[in-house]
């Protein structure tokens, strides 16, 4: 059963998370950046949330909450969708566009009570970004 305070715990969890995967992208001018991913992280939580409240409330009815998880990995990969552009011959924001998706998949996971898998997801992540900018100073 969960409690206000859980529901508060999570969605700030969810907040904290994106905003530390959002930092990174700021940090280096792209195009989504704190706000957006913590926002979507919120989002996905809060969606999430939902879910399971609806399940949990509809007494002798049954309810599917996995229908709003599919539907947040679909809506969000249409949002990621609007980070991409062809700039020349290459695409960019990419990287910025899969960024927007895994935190959806992180908020998620928070609102679900899953805080290892996400705290651990935001972690990789944001090494994986990381690493990137360190391999392409290097290689120049």
Known sequence: ??????????????????????????????PAG???????????CLFTLMGV??????????VDASRIAAGIVTGIGFLGAGAMFQEKNRVVGLTTAAGIWAMG????????GYFVPAIASTLLIYV?????????????
């Open 53 to 62: 409240l609806i399940a949990q409330d509809s007494v002798g009815v049954s």
């Open 34 to 44: 704190l706000r957006t991913h913590a926002i979507v992280s919120i989002g996905a």
């Open 105 to 112: 998949a992180i908020g998620l996971a928070t609102g679900l």
């Open 1 to 30: 059963m969960l409690t206000e305070i859980d529901i508060v715990i999570r969605l700030l969890v969810a907040a904290g998370l994106g905003m530390i995967v959002g930092y990174e992208r700021e940090s280096h001018d792209k």
């Open 128 to 140: 994986v970004l990381f690493s990137g900018r360190v391999s392409r100073k290097l290689l120049k």
